[in-house]
């Protein structure tokens, strides 16, 4: 007698089972559908924006590093009474260190040796896209050069770091103090100098 109850018990559970997969089994309702498609809305609304955060973190690094080389060779041209060149290759999105020492019997740029003149190459997504230089103009193409004095002075120079959606960063060199400024947005050389007095 035990025996077939068991039986029964199985039997009613897999009648059970089956009643449970049929009911699930037709799908979604249109309602059901509705919501979630709202709430993947609503969430995607919300966290969007934190994603652009995201997107120019490279860009972002990029004009601190370039801003952190330029602090340097100005407190580096003072302290060795050399004259320092951060010289961009723009064809090549890069830029390096050149040393001129003025007191050499015969004075030529060559590269800084060390750490401070290994070639800083942009990653794919970042491009440096003119430099200004005052007196010399605005240069999209070809090698140009931004130099720092051993006298404490410097180039006035502005530098635009972009990347591929078109978020633009730009970097102003004070002749008189060294200090990089940096604001993101594409401002004109002659705004950024009037902005930095």
Same mark, same amino acid.
């Given at each position: ?89 723009? &064809? ?32 794919? &997504? ?23 004095? /051993? ?23 004070? /002749? ?22």
């Amino acid at each position: 007698m035990q025996l077939r109850s068991t039986a029964l018990g199985r039997g009613q559970m897999n009648n059970c089972v089956k009643r449970s997969a049929l009911r699930y089994g037709q799908g979604f309702t249109l309602l059901e559908l509705a919501v979630v498609l709202f709430l993947i809305g609503l969430i995607m609304t919300i966290a969007m924006p934190h994603f652009a955060v995201f997107g120019d973190a490279q860009l972002k690094s990029e004009v601190r590093r370039l801003a952190s080389h330029a602090n340097y060779l100005y407190q580096e041209a003072g302290a060795q009474k050399v004259v320092l060149r951060l010289t961009f290759d723009l &064809d090549h999105d890069r830029y390096v260190v050149m040393r001129l020492d003025p007191f050499a019997p015969q004075p030529v740029f060559m590269p800084e040796s060390g750490a401070a003149g290994a070639v800083v190459e942009m990653p794919p &997504d970042v491009h440096i896209r003119d430099v200004s230089v005052e007196g010399a103009g605005t240069f999209r193409r070809g090698t140009v050069g931004v130099q720092f004095y /051993p006298g404490g002075a410097a180039d006035a120079a502005v530098i635009h770091l972009v990347d591929t959606i078109g978020t633009v960063f730009t970097l102003a060199i004070d /002749p008189f103090s060294g200090r990089v400024s940096v604001a993101r947005g594409d401002l004109s050389p002659l705004r950024t100098d009037r902005s930095s007095q």
